[in-house]
């Protein structure tokens, strides 16, 4: 068996949502130390749905593809839906990821909820007022 799945392959090697949207409704950042990969993404908001999103990784080819990913998976969604995004969903759209790389798609998954913080944060919406 391939260690890495065809989905992941092709995230890997044709990125989707790759770049920087510079008027950006909200950025977050994330890292592992532990393994160095470092994301960044980007989302540009209207009327509670994700019009835009963008990333910028650092890391290996498995945290490129949860990247990519995770992006396909919240562009056009609905600020509530992009909130609840888990890791597991996006490593179950790339169908798997090995035990040992599944922290890519946790970073993936924190750096969506980075990105929705600080959009928050510069809606200056308080947590009551967040749609959860």
Same mark, same amino acid.
């Given at each position: 068996?391939?260690?890495?799945?065809?989905?992941?392959?092709?995230?890997?090697?044709?990125?989707?949502?790759?770049?920087?949207?510079?008027?950006?409704?909200?950025?977050?950042?994330?890292?592992?130390?532990?393994?160095?990969?470092?994301?960044?993404?980007?989302?540009?908001?209207?009327?509670?749905?994700?019009?835009?999103?963008?990333?910028?990784?650092?890391?290996?080819?498995?945290?490129?593809?949860? $990247?990519?990913? #995770?992006? %396909?998976? =919240?562009?056009?969604?609905?600020?509530?839906?992009?909130? /609840?995004?888990?890791? +597991?969903?996006?490593?179950?759209?790339?169908?798997?990821?090995?035990?040992?790389?599944?922290?890519? $798609?946790?970073? #993936?998954? %924190?750096? =969506?909820?980075?990105?929705?913080?600080?959009?928050?944060? /510069?809606?200056?919406? +308080?947590?009551?007022?967040?749609?959860?």
């Amino acid at each position: 068996m391939a260690l890495y799945s065809d989905k992941v392959m092709d995230h890997f090697l044709n990125p989707r949502n790759v770049g920087v949207i510079e008027d950006a409704d909200g950025v977050g950042e994330v890292g592992n130390a532990k393994c160095g990969d470092i994301m960044k993404m980007y989302l540009k908001i209207e009327d509670d749905i994700i019009k835009d999103v963008k990333f910028e990784t650092f890391g290996c080819g498995s945290a490129i593809a949860s $990247s990519s990913m #995770a992006t %396909e998976l =919240i562009k056009g969604k609905p600020v509530n839906e992009a909130m /609840k995004l888990t890791n +597991k969903a996006v490593a179950e759209a790339l169908d798997g990821l090995p035990d040992y790389k599944m922290h890519c $798609s946790v970073l #993936a998954e %924190e750096a =969506i909820q980075s990105a929705l913080e600080d959009y928050y944060k /510069k809606a200056g919406l +308080k947590d009551d007022e967040k749609a959860l």
